[in-house]
T-cell receptor, first 114, second 111 residues
């Protein structure tokens, strides 16, 4: 059981380039999330999905896009990369919104924009 | 803006002591509360969840919740050097099962 898998683990982008961060989970979780974490800061929600075909903005969505065509996959697209998008990106999933159900996190993608 | 506040630390405790980590939150409608541990360069991992007022114990960890005071805490008994990490408090409320995270408290357990 792989859990939540993120690829790539590291990436360096030049300003203005685009890329897609991949996230796949094999736990049949309906809820999926993208967070970013800047040094010394907590996690900020970028986008989330409550099921296939349904996505919504989080706290910091500007500069990003997502899609959710299947239950398993939730890719995050960066268009026109900017230095402000240098961060560690975590994908997470959750089975149920009931009290006590937390998130399972992927191992993260460390992105540097130069 | 829903806020979750934590003292950034570092909180230093000697090995074998009790470490006490605190968190306050602003949204009175928050439903459940989580503590995550994050080692440097790693992803957060869930330690405890709590949603009823009072204490919840799991091994060396005890989570405490006081909804009237909007306060959550995590106690770590018999602290070990391996407990040295950043502890993130997270609060769930509103639609979409979203968690709002604090900035974390760095814990250092010294020999």
């Amino acid at each position: 059981n792989a859990g939540v898998t993120q690829t790539p683990k590291f990436r360096i982008l030049k300003i203005g380039q685009s890329m897609t961060l991949q996230c796949t989970q094999d736990m049949n979780h309906n809820y999926m999330y993208w967070y970013r974490q800047d040094p010394g800061m907590g996690l900020k929600l970028i986008y989330y999905s409550v099921g296939a075909g349904i996505t919504d903005k989080g706290e910091v969505p500007n500069g990003y896009n997502v899609s959710r065509s299947t239950t398993e996959d939730f890719p995050l697209r960066l268009e026109l990369a900017a230095p402000s998008q240098t961060s560690v990106y975590f994908c997470a999933s959750s089975y149920d919104p009931s009290p006590g159900y937390g998130y399972t996190f992927g191992s993260g993608t460390r992105l540097t924009v130069v | 803006q829903k806020e979750v506040e934590q003292n950034s630390g570092p909180l230093s405790v000697p090995e074998g002591a009790i470490a006490s980590l605190n968190c306050t939150y602003s949204d009175r409608g928050s439903q459940s509360f989580f503590w995550y541990r994050q080692y440097s360069g790693k992803s957060p991992e869930l330690i405890m969840s709590i949603y009823s007022n009072g204490d919840k114990e799991d091994g060396r960890f005890t989570a405490q919740l006081n909804k009237a005071s909007q306060y959550v805490s995590l106690l770590i008994r018999d602290s070990q050097p391996s407990d040295s990490a950043t502890y993130l408090c997270a609060v769930r409320g509103g639609g979409g099962n979203k968690l709002t995270f604090g900035t974390g408290t760095q814990l250092k357990v010294e020999l």
